[in-house]
């Protein structure tokens, strides 16, 4: 069965695509011209040219390999992390204002108990760490930033253990508010004095 002459299969040529119309014929089948839009074949044409530059760039000269470029980015990262780390550490007077009082140091006792009695001892008098109720001073310089500074960064040669990244800040604070109200108190049954005397 023969459909060549139904209406469906004729050629239907818009008024307006007529110049689009291609001059060849296949038997009787005729071919539109569409040609793709412009912005289409910029596109088309810069992925080709950008694909021939980022391959001479990466693989016939220098530039640089996914691990190069992950080195890079992670010794930045590294970087910031020290910094804000340093930034973190740093001692703040108003945080130690504020526990600089009573309270501070009662719950200051409390996070000594915890943490610091195995080497201190009750009441801070000395066993494998120094006294803390002398005046005399070893690695921190009697003032509540030095205290701060050693709690923080430990003095850790000599067996004091850093514990800027296993208390909170609320807590060294504290502790340091504690530290502070027993110094120069003489506790009984202390430990000899060690380092130098420092005279307030
Ligand atoms: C594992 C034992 C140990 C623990 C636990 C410990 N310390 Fe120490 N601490 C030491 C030793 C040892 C020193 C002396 C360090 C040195 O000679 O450099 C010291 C030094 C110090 C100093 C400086 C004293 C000086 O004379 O300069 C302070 C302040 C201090 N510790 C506070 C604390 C606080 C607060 C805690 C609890 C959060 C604590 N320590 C927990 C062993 C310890």
């Given at each position: 069965m023969s459909n060549?002459?139904?209406?469906?299969?004729?050629?239907?040529?818009?008024a307006d695509?007529?110049?689009?119309l291609l001059d060849h014929?296949?038997?009787?089948?005729?071919?539109?011209n569409h040609p793709l839009p412009s912005w289409w074949n910029f596109i088309f044409w810069a992925a080709i040219v950008y694909a021939i530059g980022y391959f001479i760039y990466f693989?016939?000269?220098?530039?640089?390999?996914?691990?190069?470029?992950f080195k890079k980015d992670y010794s930045k990262t590294m970087l910031l992390q020290d910094e804000y780390k340093k930034r973190n550490s740093m001692?703040?007077?108003?945080?130690?204002?504020?526990v600089a009082n009573d309270e501070g140091i009662k719950k200051g006792?409390?996070?000594?108990?915890?943490?610091?009695l195995p080497c201190h001892a009750e009441g801070g008098r000395g066993d494998i760490g120094p006294n803390?109720?002398?005046?005399?001073?070893?690695?921190?310089?009697?003032?509540?930033?030095?205290?701060?500074?050693?709690v923080y960064n430990g003095s850790e040669a000599n067996g004091?253990?850093?514990?800027?990244?296993?208390?909170?800040?609320?807590?060294?604070?504290l502790a340091v508010s504690y530290v502070s109200s027993i110094k120069n108190t003489h506790i009984k049954g202390g430990k000899a004095p060690q380092g130098e005397k420092i005279d307030e």
């Open positions: 060549s002459n139904n209406e469906d299969t004729k050629l239907h040529v818009e695509e007529k110049h689009l014929n296949y038997d009787g089948i005729h071919e539109l693989q016939i000269m220098s530039g640089p390999t996914l691990r190069e470029e001692y703040k007077p108003e945080l130690y204002a504020a006792a409390e996070v000594f108990v915890n943490n610091c803390l109720t002398d005046e005399f001073w070893i690695v921190a310089k009697s003032t509540p930033e030095t205290i701060y500074n050693v004091m253990p850093p514990w800027g990244e296993v208390l909170s800040s609320e807590e060294i604070y």
